[in-house]
Each structure stands twice: as structure tokens, then as C-alpha cells.
């Protein structure tokens, strides 16, 4: 209704009810107004949501891209890969300098100082290795005006060569004397074997296990090698000497296992092993326990022992550390849970949390966001700012612990108060205030979640000098694994997982005492079907009277 100023209704009732129906017209519009603000809300609303679902979508496959095709750790990228690139490049640049030196004397052209390659100082030959002496004839006179010749000296140059391996038969000959007097028949005993009703001699089986384990050269392999050097030994053949010496190595892979679980602190891990099954594989578990005391100044040996599983159920390393009571360094795996209770017998263990797995975390999101940023990606740079910050503070504590790492357990605690305890109280006061700023859906905030809510066990090493930043020490023990599966493929089944177990024991025991491996194993296995019992702890590693040497891990 509407109605100008100079024709206003006269009576009240119609000018109340024209004021009504304004006021109504007035609501209604003003309804209508915040119902668009409204919807208009719940748009941008929905919007915002469906670009922080797209945002962690991209964020979750530049996760799976990165696990895939990117570094497995902290590197820039994985050893073996740099590795062979180095190999290369050294080839490629030996070979082009090679041709180009043959281009230039086919030319005949003025030799021209050319750009020398800067190669690393040669180390001498080792000087253990026999020397065969072969002399360059000199002529009688002088070439020039056939004079008599005096010797001043001689240059030497030294060629490392290899003698292709050399097989041989071994005739243990016993023989038989007859009294003339009481004609008894008189024989020397026969030998201890390595192995039962075996004819392969303890280097041979020796050089076949650290081969299959150590070198990851599956059997098949071997037999086809041995093959080509005109020896006939069947895979089966093969496999039934595996299985004698781990029979034969137990009462040492039992040593050694009490070795490690005497320890005042551990470090826990482990890793997946393909398991042949019917028609498919299955995912097994390899686990390792390592005792390694010197970080802290610590005298006892290290040793690692494996165990193998069908699974990862938490009832394992329940099973492994049953009559163990001490410290366990390990990652946040659930299975753990039950060996840290009060209420455990022989009695709780101590939960000690890895820094490395912690940092890890905010590794992953700074690297993916470099990526990110390189690709002008600018959407995934906004938790980059926190992720790089955080891995820069632990990066510290890292850099404050490697200066104590070997001191004894005592002044390396009197130092970790004073040079690490504050920046650890720094990290956990900025993690918490920045925390409190992120949605919980945020993979910044899980990764900092990650380590607040296990805080305690992330700090205890402050309180104990016996504990480590790290549990390193697991993840190098099983690294032998990890690079074999690419070669043997899979355990051919459950029994033969624990025989791994038992080798891997064995050779990471020895590389840890930087011991020959497989010459402490062919000895072992030489001598201990007749050596006392008592006494086994004299073939142990760090026992060993042969001569070390040095192993890369």
C-alpha cells in the first residue's frame, strides 16, 4: 500500500494498519537479507571445506608419491642410488679422458695441458698380501755408446691381482695298524665334520651361508655360479647344508641372545620379509634386539639377536622380552604398550622414544612442501614455515648430543642438563604454543601430537645417560635386510624366516665386533662339534683369537 504525503488516511485504524503492513514488508525483507547472508556463509563455508579436503588430498599423494618414488629417510637420496651414480660418473669420466688421450696421438698434435681431474690419494696396497717380484730385463750396455752399466736403484709400481678361486678335495686318511703280538686292529678316530654326513668343509659352508645372508646371493644363484667352475652343487644340496649349520650354529646364536638381553638397555625394530605361501605371499616380521653400550662408554660387546614372525602382533615382542626388565629405545608401535605397564612381571620396562621417527615426521612435510614450492605450488606452503622451524630445533639437539656421544653415562648426563635440557624445554614451550593455533586435522599437528603426548618418553634420556637420541642402532642392524629383499624376494616359508633369524644373528653380532664374518663363521663351524661346552663362549665374536678386521656394516 502505498500513499503520499498529502492523501493520508484520516482515521487511526488504516494508519495503524498501513504501519503494520510496512513493518511487515521491513521483516520480510530483512529475513530474506540474512537468509542470503546465511546461505552466502554456508557457500564460502563449503567452499573453505572443499579446498582443505583438495589441499589434503594433494598433501596425502604428495605422501604416496613420495614413499613410492622418493628417499626413504632423511638424505637427499637413498645410498645405493648415489652410489651408482658416483660409480658412473668416475667410469664415464676415466673412460673420456682415456679416449681423448688416444685422439691426441692418433693426431700426432702438440700435446696441449689439458684439465686434470682431481683423484683422491691412492692408500697402499695392503701390505698382508704376498708380493710376487717380476723384473723388467735392463739392457746389458749402454744404448747410447755401449758402456758398462752401474745400477743406481729401482722404481716400483705395484698391480693388485686376483687368483681365480681354487677348488681342492680334502682325503682324511685313517689308517690301520695290527698288533703282531696281540693282533688288535689299531685306528686314529675319525674327525669331527662341520656337519652330519656332510662332505663340504667348514669354509665352503661357510662362504654358502654368509653368501645367502650376507651377500643376498639366493641359492639358485650359487649353484648356478659354482656350475660354471665346473662344481655340481644341486640347490637342495645347498639347503640341506643351510639347514645343518643353523643346527649347528644354535648353541652360539643362544649365547649371544643372553648376551644381548643382560643389557641395561636395548634398542627394538623391525621389518617386513615376504613369506612364500600358496599361490601369493604373505607379510612376515624380521625383529631385531641390539645391545650396543658404547655411546655411553659402556665396555660389554655388541651384539644384535633376530627373531622372525608370521605377523606383527603385539604378542611377539611380548614373547621376545618376557624375562627382560630394563630400558627399550623403540618407535610408537602399539605392541609395545603391554611391556611398559607397572603391573608387568618380571617388572615394567622403560619406554625410551626415538628422536629420529619424531623428526621424520616433519622431515616428510618440509621436503614435500620444497617440492611443492619448486613446482610454484604455492597452496602447500603454508604449514611449510612451522614443519621447517620444527626439524631446524630438533636439528640442534641433534647437533648439542653428537659433541657427548661416547662419554660415560654419568658426565654425559652432567652435560645434556646443561647444553641440551634447555633446548628441548625451548621446542616443547614453542610446540605447545604453536599447537594450540592448529586444527587437529592438520598433519603439522599430528606430527606434533606424535611427540607431545609421549613427551616423558621423548625426554627420559635427559634424566638417563644410558639412553640414546635414537634408535639407529635397530634401523642399522636390519638394513641388511632391507637391501636384500630386492635379491632373494621372499623367505620360502615360516621355518625359513627363522633360520634368517638365526644367520643375521650371527653376522650382524660380528660386523657390530667389526669381525670377518665369514671367517669367524668357517671357524665356528670348524671347531665347535668338538669344543667344550663349557668353554663355547670362547668362539664368540669379541672372544675370537683370529685376527679381525675391519667390516663395513
Known amino acids: 500500500m502505498t500513499t503520499s504525503p498529502d492523501h493520508f488516511p484520516g482515521d487511526i485504524e488504516t494508519l495503524r494498519a498501513a504501519l503494520a503492513e510496512a513493518n511487515a514488508a521491513r521483516a520480510a525483507a530483512e529475513a530474506a537479507r540474512e537468509a542470503a547472508e546465511a546461505e552466502l556463509a554456508l557457500a564460502r563455508a ?10 589434503q588430498l594433494k598433501l596425502t599423494i604428495a605422501k604416496y608419491k613420495r614413499e613410492k618414488y622418493g628417499q626413504s629417510a632423511e638424505r637427499a637420496r637413498q645410498l645405493d642410488q648415489l652410489e651408482l651414480e658416483l660409480e658412473e660418473l668416475e667410469a664415464t669420466a676415466t673412460e673420456d679422458e682415456l679416449a681423448a688421450e688416444v685422439a691426441a696421438l692418433k693426431a700426432g698434435s702438440i700435446p696441449v695441458k ?3 681431474r682431481k683423484k683422491p690419494v691412492r692408500a697402499p696396497l695392503p701390505a698382508h698380501l704376498p708380493r710376487e717380484r717380476v723384473v723388467v730385463p735392463a739392457p746389458c750396455s749402454c744404448p747410447q755408446c755401449g758402456g758398462k752399466l752401474a745400477k743406481l736403484g729401482e722404481d716400483i709400481t705395484e698391480t693388485l691381482e686376483v687368483i681365480p678361486r681354487q677348488w681342492k678335495v680334502i682325503q682324511t686318511v685313517r689308517e690301520k695298524f695290527s698288533c703282531r703280538a696281540c693282533e688288535k686292529i689299531t685306528q686314529p678316530p675319525a674327525p669331527f665334520h662341520p656337519i652330519a654326513r656332510g662332505r663340504a668343509g667348514a669354509s665352503l659352508l661357510a662362504m654358502v651361508l654368509y653368501g645367502k645372508y650376507g651377500n643376498h646371493l639366493p641359492l639358485n ?5 659354482f656350475a660354471r667352475e665346473g662344481i655340481d652343487l644341486d640347490v637342495s644340496t645347498l639347503a640341506d647344508w ?36 600358496k599361490m601369493r605371499t604373505t607379510t612376515g616380521r624380521l625383529w631385531t634386539y641390539v645391545r650396543d653400550d658404547r655411546p655411553f662408554g659402556g665396555e660389554s660387546p655388541p651384539a644384535a639377536i633376530f627373531y622372525y614372525s608370521p605377523d606383527r602382533g603385539g604378542t611377539h615382542p611380548g614373547q621376545h ?64 614455515p612451522m614443519a621447517h622451524e620444527t ?38 614451550a614453542w610446540m605447545r604454543a604453536e599447537r594450540a593455533r592448529l586444527s587437529r586435522h592438520s598433519d603439522v599437528a599430528k606430527a606434533m601430537d606424535y611427540m607431545l603426548t609421549r613427551w616423558v618418553a621423548f625426554t627420559r634420556f635427559l634424566d638417563d645417560g644410558r639412553i640414546c637420541l635414537t634408535n639407529n642402532a635397530a634401523e642399522r642392524a636390519l638394513r641388511c635386510i632391507a637391501v636384500g629383499r630386492r635379491n632373494w624376494t621372499f623367505c620360502g616359508s615360516d621355518r625359513g624366516g627363522e633360520r634368517a633369524a638365526a644367520i643375521y644373528t650371527m653376522i650382524a653380532t660380528a660386523k ?42
Open 46 to 55: 563449503r567452499a573453505a571445506g572443499a579446498e582443505a579436503v583438495i589441499q
Open 114 to 116: 689439458s684439465f686434470e
Open 221 to 225: 644363484r650359487q649353484s648356478e655360479g
Open 242 to 277: 643351510v639347514g645343518a649349520c643353523t643346527a649347528t650354529l644354535a648353541p652360539l646364536v643362544a649365547l649371544i641372545r643372553a648376551h644381548v638381553f643382560a643389557a641395561a638397555r636395548l634398542h627394538g625394530d623391525d621389518t617386513t620379509v615376504p613369506v612364500l605361501a
Open 321 to 384: 622380552l618376557a624375562s627382560y626388565a630394563g630400558i627399550l629405545q623403540a618407535d610408537a608401535y602399539g605392541g609395545y604398550a603391554d611391556l611398559y605397564k607397572p603391573a608387568r612381571k618380571p617388572g615394567p620396562i622403560t619406554e625410551a622414544a626415538c628422536w629420529s621417527h619424531g623428526r621424520r615426521k616433519f622431515f616428510v612435510l618440509a621436503d614435500i612442501a620444497k617440492t611443492a614450492a619448486a613446482r610454484s605450488e604455492k597452496k602447500h606452503a603454508s604449514w611449510a
Open 391 to 428: 626439524v631446524r630445533r630438533i636439528d640442534l639437539i641433534f647437533d648439542a648430543e653428537r659433541q657427548i656421544n661416547g662419554l660415560a653415562a654419568d658426565k654425559r648426563l652432567e652435560l645434556r642438563r646443561v647444553h641440551v635440557a634447555p633446548l628441548v624445554t625451548e621446542l616443547e
Open 512 to 553: 657390530l665386533n667389526d669381525i670377518d664374518p665369514e671367517a669367524w663363521i668357517a671357524d665356528v663351524l670348524r671347531r665347535i662339534n668338538d669344543h667344550p661346552a663349557s668353554r663355547l663362549n670362547e668362539l664368540l665374536p669379541w672372544n675370537w683369537k683370529n685376527h679381525p678386521v675391519k667390516v663395513a656394516a
